[in-house]
């Protein structure tokens, strides 16, 4: 059975520092892994794939196989990053997107 | 381009009430996704369709129906809803393998 693990349900930080989201899966497959955002009281939206290996908002994020985990990272937290991150794995045949419980992120000034 | 459309936004119900929650994409997307969102909990996949004409049982789908109308629309059906029904419901659309994209969510509440 796949599932992804988000051990912090909250991470609170000032304006300027560094931000790591953490998240781990387990599945014995290749997974495909993606970060969603939601703002307050707003649709989740796709913030990374990890297979296309790509930079929005300033965030990334590095798939270690060996750790299996895939933590978000971003070197400078802005109060607009405030919001709720979920880490989701979708893998097999199917393809169901399987998601963490989530971390709230909170940037404060 | 709308994406994926939920109604209503907004629904108080009573207990033993039924209702069905409309979800439309126009991505031409094959699968859709039915889930609820709860505090601590994540979201969790209630019933899934892989692609038109075919649906499947999710994580937790006791309590719920659904039915993929055709290969735009997944409508969530609660015939009998409970107070423990309340919450956030949200569709989401995605290409297989794909990220998924999702509506911007449904509050019900069961009073």
């Known amino acids: 059975a796949q599932r992804v693990t988000q051990p912090e349900k909250l991470l609170s930080v000032f304006k300027g520092a560094p931000v790591e989201l953490k998240c781990n899966y387990s599945y014995s497959g290749s997974p495909e892994l993606f970060w969603y955002v939601q703002y307050s009281r707003q649709r989740l939206q796709l913030l990374l794939r990890h297979i296309s290996r790509e930079s929005i908002k300033g965030f990334t994020a590095d798939l270690n196989k060996g750790e299996t985990s895939f933590h978000l990272k971003k070197p400078f937290a802005q109060e607009e990053d405030s919001a709720m991150y979920y880490c989701?794995?979708?893998?097999?045949?199917?393809?169901?997107?399987?998601f963490g419980r989530g971390t709230s992120l909170i940037v404060h000034p | 381009n709308a994406g994926v459309t939920q109604t209503p936004k907004f629904q108080v119900l009573k207990t033993g009430q039924s209702m069905t929650l409309q979800c439309a994409q126009d991505?031409?997307?094959?699968?859709m996704y039915w889930y609820r969102q709860d505090p601590g909990m994540g979201l969790r996949l209630i019933y899934y369709s892989a692609s038109e004409g075919t649906t499947d049982k999710g994580e937790v789908p006791n309590g719920y129906n659904v039915s993929r109308l055709n290969k735009r629309e997944f409508s969530l059906r609660l015939e009998s809803a409970a107070p423990s029904q309340t919450s956030v419901y949200f569709c989401a659309s995605s290409l297989t393998g794909q990220g998924a994209f999702f509506g911007q969510g449904t509050r019900l509440t069961v009073v």
């Open positions: 989701a794995l979708s893998s097999g045949g199917s393809y169901i997107p399987t």
């Open positions: 991505m031409n997307h094959n699968s």
